[in-house]
């Protein structure tokens, strides 16, 4: 269902338009597969090991610097994800 929500407009200042006023950049967003995740929930994926093979042996020690740290949560959450997965 369209909704008036999935429509993003934002100025763009660098460009003018066909009669010398202002323009916009608009962008509509098909939201059925967005989601809104918990703080805990972003800092438990970003400190999950899991697709870093690349040399990014720093990234949990990196995220910690914008992202809220959740040791509790952390924990429980790996131990969850690892009965889940079985190892």
């Avoid at 950049?25 to 929930?41: E, H, Q, S």
């Avoid at 131990?79 to 889940?84: L, N, R, V």
Wanted: avoid cysteine; charged fraction near 25%; proline fraction near 5%.
């Amino acid at each position: 269902m369209f909704n008036g929500k999935n429509i993003l407009v934002a100025e763009n200042p660098n460009r003018i338009n066909d009669q010398g006023g202002r323009s916009f950049d608009i962008a509509l967003v098909d939201w059925t597969n967005a989601g809104w995740y918990p703080d805990f929930w972003e800092f438990f994926r970003a400190a999950s090991p899991m697709g870093f093979e690349y040399g990014e042996d720093d990234w949990f020690w990196r995220a910690q610097e914008f992202l809220q740290v959740w040791p509790a949560k952390l924990a429980i959450m790996r131990m969850i994800d690892k009965d889940h997965r079985g190892y």
